[in-house]
């Protein structure tokens, strides 16, 4: 017969064993880019806002048709404003040359969806910088990316989208022929 401490210790060991919760991932939008210098921005962003429901430090995806799950133990390095400020800043540092403009950016839907795809839907304003009478450039950009089912594919996805993002803005502010279709 096994002794009472022996069953308390045993007890002790499966419940502290239950309690252990899965190690937290963190996930950054800027991708690796061996090599590259940071210059400083030369299309500084003016500000970027995202919808509230999927601006906070751990990742969102879709689930279903119509809800979210706030994953708790894959996180993003900062907040998703803050992560796609330092990203798209990091992809607008190496534009080259142009005009002297700033961009606004709007996020209108940041989706995340394992197993199908990433999409960012974003409005964004170019102005020219110290031109108070210049009219700004007003666009709206819709990318999708296709994703495996981990959370990795799926960051991967949404980095590709920033990144084609960042290359729009950066085509609009060489070029004054107006928005840059999204291909």
């Known amino acids: 017969m096994a002794s009472p401490l022996k069953i308390t210790l ?31 921005a030369e299309i500084p962003i003016e500000g970027i806002t995202v ?23 894959q996180w993003w390095g900062a907040s998703l404003a803050d992560e796609l400020r330092s990203a798209l800043e990091d992809q607008l540092s190496n534009t080259g040359g142009g005009s002297k403009v700033s961009v606004r950016i709007d ?10 795809y990433g999409l960012i839907d974003v409005k964004w304003r170019l102005r020219t910088v110290g031109a108070s009478d210049a009219t700004p450039l007003t666009c709206r950009s819709t990318l999708q990316t296709p ?18 993002l960042a290359a729009l803005i950066s085509q609009a502010a060489g070029s004054p022929r107006g928005c840059p279709s999204a291909s």
Request: proline content about 10%.
């Open 107 to 116: 996020v209108q839907r940041f989706d995340s969806i394992p197993g199908q």
């Open 147 to 164: 994703s495996g089912p981990s959370i990795d594919e799926l960051v991967a996805a949404q980095q590709n989208n920033v990144k084609r």
């Open 10 to 40: 045993l007890a002790t060991c499966l419940l502290l064993g239950a309690c252990r919760s899965d190690p937290i991932s963190f996930h950054t939008l800027t991708p690796v880019q061996p090599g590259g210098t940071r210059a400083g």
């Open 51 to 73: 919808p509230p429901q999927v601006d906070r430090p751990q990742i969102v995806i879709r689930q279903g048709t119509n809800g979210l799950a706030i994953l708790e133990t």
